[in-house]
């Protein structure tokens, strides 16, 4: 059964670059989609983005173009990159495969990572 | 604007039913789907395309979907069910990903 387990640091300063791993075991990176989620203490869940294994990208409309997802299928892990941090982006990150129905533009999310919780305080 | 919309808590003694309600301007194209959060953990999925369960998810969930609202019931609630529920959805275009806004179910 897949794992997802995030990974980085727990506190990041203003405006640095916030960056966090997703490693995938118990089954290939391969041949799917690999999403990241946050969700800031005490409110909903939010979209970030998706990586397809080959490393075409979306990401969520709403957000400012400070995120960037990547992939390493040599290590079986993909990325998150977040840019001039600022406290409105301290929340618990998770990382999460995209299941689709080949054909179908529908997706859900599942399993998901643990989650971490990044901090962002100087 | 595609968005989902859940009422923000729900109240059921136990072994009553719970309706949890989600609705959207795109869910009479697209499926719902339900995840249950307790506190400090992430997020699992207890509902699937409108209304198939995963494996391990216990028969008292169960999903809906009619124009455009979807609903999870949990029949003969728990206490071991307060939690948080997020519907989930994909818009209009099938490229973008949206949660609601989240419903806290109280089982006391």
């Known amino acids: 059964q897949v794992q997802l387990q995030e990974s980085g640091p727990g506190l990041v300063k203003p405006s640095e670059t916030l960056s966090l791993t997703c490693t995938v075991s118990?089954?290939?990176?391969?041949?799917?989609?690999w999403s990241w989620i946050r969700q800031p203490p005490g409110r909903g869940l939010e979209w970030i983005g998706y990586i397809h294994y080959s490393g075409s990208t979306n990401y969520n409309p709403s957000l400012k173009s400070r995120f960037t997802i990547s992939v390493d299928t040599s290590k079986n892990q993909f990325s998150l990159k977040l840019s001039s941090v600022t406290a409105a982006d301290t929340a618990v990150y998770y990382c999460a495969k995209d299941f689709r129905v080949a054909g179908s533009s529908d997706n859900w999310f599942d399993p998901w990572g643990q989650g971490i919780l990044v901090t962002v305080s100087s | 604007s595609d968005e989902l919309t859940q009422p923000p808590s729900v109240s059921v003694s136990p072994g009553q039913t719970a309706r949890i309600t989600c609705s959207g301007d795109t869910l009479p194209k697209k499926y719902a789907y339900w995840y249950q959060q307790k506190s400090g953990q992430a997020p699992v999925l207890v509902i699937y395309?409108?209304?198939k369960r995963p494996s391990g998810i216990p028969e008292r969930f169960s999903g809906s979907s009619s124009g455009t609202m979807a609903t999870l019931t949990i029949s003969g609630a728990q206490v071991e069910d307060e939690a948080d529920y997020y519907c989930y959805s994909t818009d209009s275009s099938g490229n973008h990903r949206m949660f609601g806004g989240g419903t806290k179910l109280t089982v006391l």
């Open positions: 395309e409108d209304s």
């Open positions: 118990g089954g290939s990176i391969s041949h799917f989609y």
